[in-house]
């Protein structure tokens, strides 16, 4: 049975928790050593790695990307008449989540509500932000006297799904204007909706518990969630328009199985079956950090031109209007002021939960204290701690 959705609470701030970046070169091996934390990864084997950082002046732009959502967070809120100030932590890189928890509650915020920017269902892109709170609450001490809740994954909100429809449309077209102009009007033309791969076991384990019943595409709900989305893209775009999701960015090592097809050789496929022009649409960021930039922008679009593929890549949500209304309509889904109570979504398979049911989208390496599941106390606050200074 599904998770419930949780009642409408007061909070304190918003916490935009994301992945983060390198902001120079010095910074790339300790970044790598982060990401890789537990996995006994020499620094030679990482330096291998970190060339598309290295070639982009060691800068991950997923941190600016993040301080210009934070400040279009900041305005909707206040155009809104909301008091709440966004807070922003990372994963892997300053400012790192336990300092910002911290810091809020030295600030007297006792309850917080989590944004994350990942859309959809997975260990890395749910379990393990939901696992990072739990984590910095415990070794912090303030597990106890700092809320942290959540909300849903939004891979099919309107907010979310809209500015893929608009970007998708405007690719297309362009594509197919470039094709014209060379005398080529009826070139066949694909659609990629382009993700990034993850183990094919935690892929199964996406939005698995014993309590949910449901069967999902290919057996993952992170492929399901992804195909869904892509549907009710192009459901608005072009009905008749051919289209396939794709994955980029494997890493680890080579025995393991992940997600497939590989962008790149599907596009080598389609190349070899008369279609001469590609439209990218990176459906699994919510924005252009390095995994778009060089995965597609450089890597996919090589390959586009040494096979004569015609290529345009569709914008990810990033702060485009749409998205950040569709982000705070989401928090006021949880806030007793401003509170709404539809919750919209594009596809069957949601609204997806608030809160998650115990084993979802399974830690295959060992159990952590976890947030926002079902009968976890972590990020609760202990009765009768003090909630003085909060709400």
């Known amino acids: 049975m599904s998770a419930p959705v949780s009642a409408p609470a007061h909070y304190d701030a918003i916490l935009l928790a994301s992945f983060g970046g390198p902001e120079g070169q010095d910074d790339v091996i300790p970044f790598l050593r982060n990401v890789t934390r537990g996995r006994g990864i020499p620094d030679e084997r990482l330096e291998e790695v970190s060339h598309h950082y290295r070639k982009n002046g060691g800068i991950s732009p997923i941190n600016a990307q993040n301080r210009a959502l934070k400040a279009a967070l900041e305005a909707e809120l206040a155009a809104r008449g909301i008091e709440l100030p966004v807070l922003w932590g990372n994963r892997n890189w300053d400012p790192y989540i336990p300092a910002v928890l911290q810091d809020a509650y030295d600030a007297g915020h006792r309850r917080l509500l989590m944004v994350t920017t990942s859309a959809y269902s997975s260990y890395s892109s749910c379990r393990q932000y939901r696992e990072d709170i739990g984590m910095a609450l415990t070794e912090t001490g303030l597990d106890g006297l700092l809320a942290v809740d959540k909300v849903r994954q939004y891979f099919d909100h309107p907010g979310f799904v809209e500015p893929f429809i608009e970007g998708t449309a405007a690719s297309l077209a362009k594509v197919k204007a470039k094709l014209a102009a060379a005398g080529n009007a009826d070139a066949p033309v694909h659609v990629m909706f382009a993700t990034h791969s993850i183990p094919t076991r935690d892929a199964e384990a996406a939005g698995r518990s014993a309590e949910e019943p449901r069967e999902f595409a290919e057996n993952s709900a992170y492929v399901a969630q992804h195909l869904a989305a892509a549907e009710a893209v192009m459901a608005r775009v072009d009905p008749a328009q051919g289209w396939s999701l794709v994955y980029q960015s494997r890493s680890g090592a080579p025995h393991v199985p992940w997600?497939?097809?590989?962008?790149?050789?599907?596009?080598?496929?389609?190349?070899?079956?008369?279609?001469?022009?590609?439209?990218?649409?990176?459906?699994?960021?919510?924005?252009?950090?390095?995994?778009?930039?060089?995965?597609?922008?450089?890597?996919a679009a090589e390959t586009c031109a040494e096979l004569g593929l015609t290529f345009d890549r569709a914008p990810t949500p990033?702060?485009?209007?749409?998205?950040?209304?569709?982000?705070?309509?989401?928090?006021?889904?949880?806030?007793?002021?401003?509170?709404?109570?539809?919750?919209?979504?594009?596809?069957?398979?949601?609204?997806w939960f608030d809160v998650c049911n115990p084993g979802c989208c399974a830690n295959f390496r060992g159990e952590k204290p976890v947030i926002a599941e079902v009968g976890s106390t972590v990020g609760l606050i202990t009765a009768g701690a003090s909630a003085a200074g909060g709400s």
């Open 259 to 299: 997600l497939e097809p590989d962008i790149n050789d599907a596009l080598a496929e389609l190349a070899a079956a008369g279609t001469q022009g590609v439209v990218v649409v990176p459906l699994g960021f919510v924005s252009d950090h390095m995994e778009v930039l060089w995965d597609l922008d450089t890597e």
């Open 318 to 351: 990033g702060t485009h209007q749409k998205f950040v209304r569709g982000l705070v309509d989401m928090i006021c889904e949880r806030t007793i002021e401003n509170h709404i109570e539809e919750r919209p979504a594009m596809t069957k398979l949601g609204p």
